[in-house]
Each structure stands twice: as structure tokens, then as C-alpha cells.
């Protein structure tokens, strides 16, 4: 008859098991940063206002386009336009008509960013948002952190076996911590070396104020990880004994 092996969550005294936490927290500079624009429009004719609107957000979308590849992604999100009602008076009448558009946009290249955002602020009935510093998912420094909470654990399960004067036998267990319910990384990652450049092409833009100068935000990238690990049986003595 096949017997069902026992589990023994805390080891035995011929497999005594230790368990550690290993953390990592690493301090990088932002690979990458996200702008907010939101491009706006008013009228008392629904549309002109929609055609100034599109304008105006044509004028921004070249503007960005103008910086090639230091920008990385260029997006429209929400689209509207609205009606503004009379606040007196019998009945409902429009007073004007309001329209917005809200593009996001990534850049990598910070000396850039600091140029681009100055000069869309300049645009008119134009408000920028940010920059929001991040990491990409896949930035090598989430599996350095990774890494270094790993070896943090081996080595505190050591140093708690020495202190035993003996050894680890066996990795019995690793796990993230809250591996059930883990939490996607945001956007990030080490920053490579900033490049500045002069970017023609662009359309007749007003007089250029002076560039933003930004200073990019330091990310704080944070691992934890579980481990067990079975020891070779000490020898304890009692204290005292000869």
C-alpha cells in the first residue's frame, strides 16, 4: 500500500528548515517621461468651435511630431465637445460651445522634453501636464532588484546557519511576495545618456520662450521574495557542557 508522503512545513530535526525574507531597494534615474496636453476650443457656433478645435490640435500634434524619434509614443485619448447653457432666463439657450482634446505623449529624450513642453505651453488655449518619471515594464532594472533580493535571502539564510555552526542542504521554497495578486511595473527604467539636438522642419510657431529646464525624478524600485531552505542537523550543546 502506497503511503502519501507527510508534510512537514517546519522541517524536522534531521531536515530543520529556515525561513527568510530577502529584500532589494534600488535608487535609478527615469528612463522615460509622460507629458499631458490638453488642447481647448470656444465659440458661440458649435462649428467653429469644432473647427478651431481641430486646428489647434492639428497645430499640436505637429509640434510633437517635429521631435522625430525622442518621442516614443503619441496618443489621443478623450475627444469632446459640449455645450454651455445660460445660467438665467426661461428656457435652455446655448451660450457657447466648448471643446477639448487630451494627447499624451512619451519622450525619452529629456533635453527635449524640457524644449517641447515650453513650447506647447506657448500654443494657445493649450495646457500641458507633468512630466510623470517612470520605468519601463521591461527595464533590466526591475530583474536587477529581482536578483538582489534573491541573493539577499540565500545570504541571511546562511548567516542564520552559521550562527548554528552548520550549513544550507537545499533550497526548499522561493516566492514573490503576494504572488497570487502581484502588481504589473510601471512604466521605467535606467536612463541612458541624454542627447541634445536641433529639430528642423517644424511649422511657424510664435517666437520660442526659453526651454524648461526639468530635473528628472529618481525611481525607487523595491523587491521582496520568501524563501526556505533546509540546513544540515547542528550539533547543540547544552551551555555548560564540557
Do not use: C
Amino acid at each position: 500500500m502506497e503511503t502519501t508522503p507527510t508534510h512537514t512545513p517546519y522541517g524536522t530535526p534531521d531536515a530543520p528548515r529556515v525561513a527568510v525574507r530577502g529584500e532589494a531597494r534600488l535608487e535609478v534615474d527615469p528612463e522615460i517621461a509622460r507629458i499631458g496636453i490638453t488642447v481647448s476650443a470656444r465659440g458661440t457656433d458649435r462649428r467653429e468651435a469644432l473647427a478651431d478645435l481641430t486646428r489647434r490640435n492639428a497645430a499640436a500634434l505637429d509640434l510633437v511630431k517635429t521631435y522625430g524619434e525622442a518621442v516614443e509614443k503619441l496618443e489621443t485619448g478623450a475627444f469632446s465637445i459640449s455645450p454651455q447653457l445660460t445660467k438665467h432666463g426661461r428656457g435652455e439657450k446655448i451660450r457657447a460651445y466648448h471643446g477639448r482634446v487630451h494627447i499624451t505623449a512619451e519622450l525619452a529624450d529629456f533635453t527635449a522634453l524640457g524644449e517641447l513642453t515650453t513650447r506647447l505651453a506657448d500654443l494657445d488655449l493649450t495646457r500641458v501636464e507633468g512630466p510623470w518619471w517612470a520605468l519601463r515594464p521591461d527595464s533590466p532594472v526591475h530583474r536587477r532588484a529581482r536578483q538582489q533580493a534573491v541573493r539577499e535571502a540565500v545570504q541571511r539564510a546562511r548567516e542564520y546557519a552559521e550562527a548554528l555552526g552548520t550549513g544550507l542542504a537545499a533550497l526548499v521554497e522561493l516566492a514573490d511576495i503576494g504572488a497570487e495578486n502581484t502588481p504589473a511595473y510601471g512604466y521605467g527604467g535606467p536612463a541612458g545618456g541624454m542627447r541634445s539636438a536641433a529639430y528642423a522642419g517644424a511649422p511657424d510657431f510664435a517666437e520660442d520662450a526659453p526651454p524648461l529646464d526639468l530635473e528628472p525624478q529618481r525611481q525607487h524600485v523595491y523587491a521582496q521574495v520568501n524563501a526556505r531552505f533546509t540546513m544540515t542537523p547542528p550539533e547543540l550543546r547544552a551551555s555548560g557542557a564540557r
